[in-house]
């Protein structure tokens, strides 16, 4: 019923730049946050940023001042635009994003993306 697609992962030098795209589709009803966590191997899944549907962010301290989330309601898509890579942002990065759907529209629900991989090395 619903997806979370992503895109925009690869393969960059330290100091280089990379944007995530997570577009939601399907029978979607409203959506509240989304947000992008990111697992490195052997660790938890960590959140990097989210979004409230008015704008509000908030940002891991480890990204602050390099990352930034942003959205476009009006396409259910999610955006990180990700500077001054580090090899430490090596991870599978996941979007989220706690919504209703059309069928149960007074009840949200956390949906995930498949992930899209980002790896920071020279």
Known sequence: QVQLVESGGGLVQPGGSLRLSCAASGSIFSINIMGWYRQAPGKQRELVASITGDGSTTLADSV?????????????????????????????????????????????????GQGTQVAISS
């Not at 930034?68 to 309601?73: A, F, H, L, W």
């Not at 991870?91 to 995930?112: P, Q, S």
């Open 64 to 112: 602050k001042g390099r990352f930034t989330i942003s959205r476009d309601n009006a396409k259910n898509t999610v955006y990180l635009q990700m500077d001054s890579l580090k090899p430490e942002d090596t991870a599978v990065y996941y979007c989220n994003a706690r919504l209703a759907t059309v069928r149960l529209r007074w009840r949200e629900f956390d949906y995930w």
